[in-house]
């Protein structure tokens, strides 16, 4: 079993799957376990960088199309 706060799943083509777990440190040292929850926390944040993106790629296809608008000059 894995000390990993969550577990992804990946295979070339389909969806990934991320799980989300409760950490379980048995008898691992105070340092050790500072190391895998700033491991952890880098891994999230991250994540948190990956949903941003997908987020304003999708707020981009949510904006009306419209005509570009075309300066003319009068004289």
Same mark, same amino acid.
């Given at each position: 079993?894995?000390?990993?706060?969550?577990? !992804?799943?990946?295979?070339?083509?389909?969806?990934? !799957?991320?799980?989300?777990?409760?950490?379980?440190?048995?008898?691992?040292?105070?340092? #050790?376990?500072?190391?895998?929850? @700033? @491991?952890?926390?880098?891994?999230?944040? #991250?994540?948190?960088?990956?949903?941003?993106? @997908?987020?304003?790629?999708?707020?981009?296809?949510?904006?009306?199309?419209?005509?570009?608008?075309?300066?003319?000059? !009068?004289?």
């Amino acid at each position: 079993m894995s000390d990993s706060i969550f577990e !992804v799943e990946h295979r070339p083509g389909e969806e990934i !799957v991320l799980r989300f777990k409760s950490p379980k440190f048995w008898g691992l040292s105070d340092s #050790t376990k500072q190391h895998l929850l @700033a @491991a952890q926390k880098e891994t999230l944040l #991250t994540l948190r960088s990956i949903l941003d993106r @997908a987020i304003e790629k999708t707020e981009e296809f949510e904006k009306p199309k419209g005509k570009k608008k075309t300066k003319i000059k !009068v004289q």
